[in-house]
């Protein structure tokens, strides 16, 4: 009898023929917080798999033109190419309206009559840039955007900063090339 006495790892018997079972992984427990979180799956979106690991949810998704959406209040302050302030045309004060057209793309309106002026924002710079080289007939094409002339043309952007909880400042900073110089537009614009 002697013989048979072994001790069977795992079981805890003494007898070599006694019945043992396979280890068997318990099933995992689900963090409640996982589900009660959502997140953004969308790559396009602004908070792309921000709160990851979570529940998958379309709705908490905000895109880059969703940032500038708005209206929003500019004074505006124009300098000549040497940095200096144009007192004769500065401080005019416009309504502008910013409407989204896409995830990325946005227009706006008020600064120049009933001209919008096209832009279209990057994802994780909260910058938005005015699209250019747009074609103005079949043969030409402008090195930015026509503004209130068609001598007139606009490069430049919109910038938002990231620490703005409450989302009510866009920076603009515009360069205007016209028949009659370069001008720079600067300021901020508060939402209304």
């Known amino acids: 009898m002697r013989h048979f006495r072994y001790i069977v790892a ?11 079972k396979k280890w068997v992984d318990p099933n995992p427990s689900v963090d409640p917080r996982i589900t009660e ?8 979106a602004v908070n792309y798999n921000w709160d990851f690991p979570g529940t998958q949810d379309s709705s908490v998704c905000f895109f880059p ?9 500019f004074t505006d302050s124009i300098y000549f190419q040497d940095n200096s302030l144009d007192t ?16 990325n793309q946005f227009k706006l309106a008020g600064f120049c009559g009933g001209n919008d ?8 710079t909260y910058l938005a840039y005015a699209d250019t080289t747009l ?11 026509p503004l209130c002339r068609i001598q007139d043309t606009l490069t430049g952007t919109l910038s938002k900063s990231k620490t703005d909880s409450l989302s009510r400042h866009i ?17 901020t614009a508060i939402k209304l």
């Open 65 to 73: 033109s969703d940032l500038f959406e708005g209206n929003y209040s």
């Open 135 to 145: 074609k103005l007939n079949d043969t030409t094409f402008a090195f930015g955007q």
């Open 171 to 187: 920076y603009i900073e515009w360069r205007v090339v016209s028949d009659s110089g370069i001008n720079f537009h600067k300021g």
């Open 10 to 20: 795992g079981c805890g018997f003494f007898l070599l023929f006694s019945a043992c």
């Open 37 to 44: 979180r959502r997140y953004c799956n969308d790559p396009q």
């Open 117 to 124: 002026i096209n832009f279209t924002a990057q994802r994780t």
């Open 88 to 103: 004769n045309r500065t401080f005019q004060t416009y309504t502008l309206n910013i409407t989204r057209t896409s995830k």
